[in-house]
């Protein structure tokens, strides 16, 4: 089993940044694809961004391209979302996913979930 918790959320205006984070712990050796999804109010959850165990391959919503950037840490077994220029549509409770498969991928077939860090993007 992997535990995965998020990290970094909060309160923000329109234009400004937040990191979040996402800590990995258990057996780490079985995931490799992580990718960060969001679920604003109301709506389902949609995919942000992904990234490969190398870190070389990256996707992202189109919504975010350009502004969000998605790393990985794996010495420290920690995923990174850098968030510039946030917009009040942005605002959404965020989760960070794993999965054992190695290819990167965005839909929300992800094996392991964390819980979710909220974030609020006031204008």
Known sequence: QVQLVESGGGLVQAGGSLRLSCAASGRTDSYHAMGWFRQAPGKERAFVAAI?????????????????????????NTMYLQMNSLKPEDTAVYYCAADGRWVVFTTDEYEYWGRGTQVTVSS
């Open 52 to 76: 490969s165990w190398s870190g070389g391959i990256t996707y992202y919503a189109d919504s975010v391209k350009g502004r969000f950037t998605i790393s990985r840490d794996n010495a420290k």
